[in-house]
Each structure stands twice: as C-alpha cells, then as structure tokens.
C-alpha cells in the first residue's frame, strides 16, 4: 500500500508572518527534509561526537518552588560511566580547535626591560572578561562542563518521547513561556485548548492574532519560534507514546487520538494548522543558520574530536555534506528583515528578545521530569532544545564576525561556538527534521472521513500495525492548511 506524506501550507522563506504563504513550498521543503537530508542527519546524531552530552540536571528552579520532582521511571535519565564516553570528549580543550600554539618571542635581556608576564589573578580577570563577551552574544546559558553537577548523557539511550509528565506542573512550564516571555500583555489570552478553558476560543483567538499582526516582524517571529519548538515536541510526545506497559514489555508508537488533540482543526477551534505552519517555520530557520555556520565548520582547527582519527575525519566530511545541502536549500530564510531600521531601536529590540530566550532557557530548570528538561534544555537554551534553537539565532546575527573568521590559526577568532553548543544545535535540527518526517496520515473512510492515522515510512504486514481495527483505507490525501 502506498502512503502519502501529510503535507502542510507553509510560508514563504524570508517573511515572519502568516501573510507570506504560497502554494508550492510545502512540498519543496518536505521533499528536501524527507529525501535529501534526514538520513544523513541522523547518520550524523548517531556518531559519537552528537550522542554524548554535558548537562547539570540538579540546578534549582530559579522562579517558583518545586515540590518534588517526577517520580516515573520514565522521567529518570541514566548517566553515562565516564569509560563510556570517548577521552577526546572528556579532554574538552581539545574538542572544537586545537590547542593554540605559544607564540615564540626574543626574551627581553636588559635589566631595565619591562616585565609583560601576568600574574594569576590578572589572568582569571581576562578569562572572566572573554566569558562576559561570549555571553553577551549568546540566546541562552550553556552548563559548565567543569561543574561537578554536570554529567554526560547518552541521548541515544534517553530518547525524547512521552514519559507521562503531564497536568499543572507541566503546563504551568508553557504558560510561563508564553505569558511571560513573548512580549503578550496579560489581557490579551491566547487561544489554547479553548474548549477547556474558555468559553468563546473563536473570539479570543481572533483577538490575540489581531494583537499579534500589530506587533512588529520581530515579535512575530519570535512568538512563531516558540510556537514551531512547541509544536515540534508534541509531535514527538504522540509519536513516541507509550502504548502498552507490562511487568514483560513497553510498547512504544504513535498515539493519534493525542496528535489528534494538539493539531486537529476542528479538535483545537483551528489552532493545530497554525502550530504546524509554525514549525515549518522554526525548520526554515534552523537551516538558514546551518547555512550561515558553514565557513565556521570549514575550519582546518575545527575538529569533531573523539580520539579515533578516522571517524573523526569522516564524520566532520559528513557535517559538512549537509551543511553545503542546507546553503543549496533554494527557499532560504533572509533574516536581513530581521532588525532593520533605526540602529538604536534595533539594538534594543534585539537585546530584548536576547534577554527573553535567555529566560526561557532558565526555566527548562523548572521542569520537573529529567528527560524532559534534558530535551527541553538542548533544543532551547540552557539545555538541549533552548540551547540549540539559542545557538541558531546567535548564528544568523553573527554574520561580520563569522564572514571575519581568520584563515589561519595565529589569530583568535571573532566567532566561537563550544562543543555544547554543536552539539545541541544539530541535535536540535535532527529534532525538528524528524517532527516534519513524522507528519504521515492516511484515512479509514472515503471522503478523508473516519478514523485517521498517522504513519511511519516502513513496510506494514497487517492493519494493525498502524493500531487499525480492519484492513478499510478509504482515503488519503495531502493536507493543505490554508
């Protein structure tokens, strides 16, 4: 039998709002996501230099007390053993660059030269003052490596999927995102699962996209990026749910009826097509700043160093294979629209929204699961998530000092990105790549009537291994949300 790749109407490369759509780019990007890229992705995830990474889980919430936290077997991340992990990723100076080396000098023989050594103290002082810089750059915090807190986790062994973290405490994590930190005055709510909360989600909706379409380009893309890693993280949670667990077995799939709740049309009073629009989105963007990267990586010093030269060598020519797919990509994001206009009041709009994701990042360190915060901290900032969504946008707004990278190793590079930071952004896009690979469905009924499901591209020997009560498709189709 075959299926066919749900299909979504998404908006045109280069603009920040829905009013930029056209009707070919849905295929375009999942033809390319689909056919080009997403194997060699996760070829490349699969590696050990993007499997293995460093975060502290132990950090405190910094904005409400945290009763406890989940007690699932299924929230619990299992540390690596420190012979599991490669020397060359636990010899962390040696990661990205090589070690620089001494610049050799005629030593001064008069009595009378001047003494140009540093004391300890002044050379802390430096090493404190180039970390202020970095910081000043970044879109989210990066965990140090060097706290004995920190540990390093397999993410092939605590894959993102459903661990049954859910009810107050969890949405009390998004809501704090969304009211808090996307620029939305309190009286304006956002629509969300309106049948629950609201009583009349049509008028509320049309009133928050009206406030939205008044805000500037900026704030709209802002709030569609968070909205798109949202959207991208449900997407995993009902793929990878746990559909059976027994004292013998867990079984592991999708979960349609919970995609069905977060995406559906008439299920969601039409905010699910919005969602998924905005995580094509977040994809447009997360490529662009792999795009942008590629003369950084195109360093002879940049190394993915594990200490087994030949994969080393092999892995950096595949990172650069899909770095070079991601430039070829003919629908590129232009963030040249981003923070144009007056120097000043661009300046501050950008520290603004700098200011914003890096509170976002800190509260992944509310979130009470372990694997969720590791996720949610890699793809957004402080970890996994926000840390590599973060890292994306330091890329796109870093052009001069990337363009400036010096051909040689004598002089110090303008722009840096530690291994924390590589890590997470392409586990981060692998992420993203895969929400958009998942988006399969075909129907029981014909008409695109009765029940749907969503579906991986495998072989299927019986209707129910896609959870079917009888072998009836009726229909299938792409999905246009317009």
Known sequence: MKLV????????????????????????????????????????????????YKVNLNKACPFWSSSSHCGLNDCAVKPCSPNAVPEGIRSHNKVTEEKEQPVKCEQAENLGAVDISLSKETRE??????????????????????SPDSQYVDLLLNPERFTGYRGPEAWQIWNSIYEENCFKPYTIKRPVLSSLFHSSPGSESNTFYSWLEGQCVEKRAFYRLISGLHSSINIHLSARYLLEDSWFQKKWGHNVSDFRQRFDSELTYGEGPKRLRNLYFLFLIELRALAKALPFFQQPSFRLFTGRPEEDRRHKELLLHILQLARSFPLAFDETSLFAGDEKEAAKLKEDIRLAFLNISRIMDCVGCFKCRLWGKLQAGHTLVTQGLGTSLRILFSERQIEALPTSNVQRPSFQLSRQEVVSLLNTFGRVSTSIRELRVCYQEPNYRGPHYILEKRDYNNFSDWGSQNSTVGSMRRVRFT
């Open 125 to 146: 002082a430096l090493l404190n003052w180039s970390k202020h810089d970095d910081e000043a750059e970044r879109f989210c915090f990066v965990d140090d490596e060097e």
């Open 5 to 52: 790749v749900l299909v979504l109407l998404l908006q045109v490369s280069g603009c920040a709002d829905s009013r930029c759509f056209c009707q070919e780019i849905w295929t375009t990007i999942d033809g390319f996501n689909n056919n080009q890229l997403f194997s060699k992705l996760q070829t490349l995830l699969e590696s050990d230099y993007f499997r293995f």
